[in-house]
């Protein structure tokens, strides 16, 4: 069992959140979201609020005494589902102004695997550099790109595409979305 953090921002995709966190809790893991302030609003506008039903529990986003601001907590990785552009661009900056900024620098600094889904389109040069930058900080850049080679046939397994990708650069095994050439691909 894995301790995983997950932080929600004010992009579009917060279904991807909602499907991201029903799976850790499916695979056994403990899931801490820290929404941001404006999280809050787009999740309950895009309907996805369930995601909280799915977490052990939910931290305000300027509580920096939580447990995950600091590196001597225990959890074994973080993931930004979705990730807007205001958020990517202050983790790339090590602007850790709240507590969403604050645990990724945290994993950051302790070598810890830090999954950031950016969700936007098109990206111009200061979004790209940030992606860059955060990625030669040694996060791992997801982007919300679902992928159809497995004839998806709900706009659930569709996400999951996505999520099967953050669960195992997490470094967490789950059977979600079979290898290339596997039988039912
Ligand atoms: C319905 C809605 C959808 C949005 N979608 C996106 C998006 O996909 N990507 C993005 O970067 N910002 C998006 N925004 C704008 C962000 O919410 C805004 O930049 C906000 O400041 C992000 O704050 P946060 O990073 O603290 O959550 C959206 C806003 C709304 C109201």
Known sequence: MSRVILGITGASGGI???RLAMHLKKLGHEVWAIPTETARKVLDYEKQ???FSYCDGVWDVNDFFAECASGSSS???MAVVPCSMGTLGKMANGIADNLLSRSADVCLKERRPLVIVPREMPYHA???ENMLRLTHAGAIV???CPHFYNHPESIECLVDTVVAKIL???GLSHSL???WGA???
């Open 49 to 51: 609020t369930d995601v």
């Open 183 to 185: 039988p039912n691909v």
């Open 177 to 179: 979305s079979p290898n």
């Open 16 to 18: 991807y959140a909602t």
């Open 75 to 77: 959890f074994a990785g």
């Open 126 to 128: 200061i979004h790209l």
């Open 168 to 170: 195992s650069h997490l």
């Open 142 to 144: 997801i982007p919300a």
